[in-house]
């Protein structure tokens, strides 16, 4: 399998809306990848695609090495999804939940069993096992909805927003998971409202605008491409700003608070140059803050949106 997701030409549209207008993906075993995009653009469709949920109206597609169109059944026996609204029943323990999703994997009873309370225990619910999920935190039955989806020890698993409306302790424990999967060579396909949760996690990422990807590459190949990073220096006195201005050819400075702006590209090199310059004019530098663009900043240069929850168009 020398992919784990690949999709050639994916279209979708519902009725005169064009939803997909011809995607391709490429998603490496054991990694993150997270598709991100404003309210509308397609991430929740794409997903419902890759894990069989919907046909295409185009295009093709291969799932842990399982043909779209020729081999559902083999997809759907490869992935694991956990979509945005949990799919916990409240009327079984969390127990009782594993177990249902055991059956219908058709595993043993005896190994139905084992893998319930392996489960249990490494997401932390052993001690409310018995308990109902009416009674658990967001954090907790999100836990459990993932838990379910591991049930059938997935090779590729489509987490759609998994930690909308979680606290921040709970969307911590949920990456935590999330890296420990991949790194037991588990793939994860990832959308997301929140952009430094695609930073944190994301080994690459993929903007959708318009039914169309306008932008892939790894979080820092697209924070690069971004214009707009810069040296804040703060100086003691505004003959020290004045000084440093002349030295560096810039003319953003700010006289009331002694402070200038100088452009880079966040690297190294560049914060040592701007150093050096300073230092052989012997002007010194009494504070430095650095700036360089963010996913926010790509997201919005190259959407104009900010990232909302996507509701699934009616059909």
């Known amino acids: 399998m020398s992919q ?10 519902y009725d005169d809306r064009v939803v997909l207008d011809g995607i391709d993906l490429d998603v490496a075993p054991g990694t993150v990848f997270s598709l991100l995009g404003p309210n509308g653009a397609g991430k929740t469709t794409t997903v419902n695609i890759l894990s069989t949920l919907i046909g295409p109206d185009g295009g093709t597609a291969a799932v842990a090495g399982h043909d779209l169109a020729t081999d559902p059944d083999g997809v759907r026996a490869a992935i694991g999804l956990t979509g945005q609204f949990s799919a916990v029943d409240n009327l079984l323990t969390a127990e009782e939940n594993l177990l249902l999703m055991a059956n219908l994997h058709h595993l043993p009873r005896r190994e139905g069993r084992r893998r319930a309370a392996a ?18 935190s967001g954090g907790m039955r999100r836990k459990l909805d993932l838990a379910m989806t591991l049930v059938g020890d997935p090779l590729v698993i489509f987490l759609d927003e998994p930690t909308t409306g979680l606290d921040p302790r709970s969307r911590r424990t949920m990456w935590d998971i999330i ?22 996690l994301a080994d690459r990422i993929a903007v959708l605008d318009g039914g169309r990807l306008v932008a892939q590459g790894t979080p820092d190949e697209l924070k ?21 201005t002349n030295v560096l050819h810039v003319s953003t400075e700010d006289d009331e608070t002694h402070t200038l702006r100088v452009p ?28 360089t663009p963010d996913l926010d900043d790509v997201f919005l240069s190259l959407t104009g949106h900010r990232t909302e929850p996507e509701k699934e168009p009616a059909r």
């Open 179 to 200: 890296r420990d999967l991949v790194a037991n060579g588990v793939t994860i396909f990832l959308t997301t409202q929140y952009l430094d949760e695609a930073d944190q």
């Open 119 to 136: 489960l249990l225990d490494r997401f932390d619910l052993a001690d409310v096992a018995k308990k109902t999920p009416a009674t658990y």
């Open 4 to 13: 784990a997701i690949s999709a050639t030409g994916l279209r979708k549209s």
């Open 264 to 291: 880079t590209d966040g690297s190294v090199t560049s914060l040592q140059a701007v150093l050096d310059r300073l230092t052989a004019a012997a002007v010194t530098v009494e504070s430095l803050t650095m700036h």
């Open 224 to 244: 690069r491409r971004m214009p707009g990073g810069h040296l804040r220096l703060r100086f003691a006195d505004t003959d020290a700003l004045h000084r440093a």
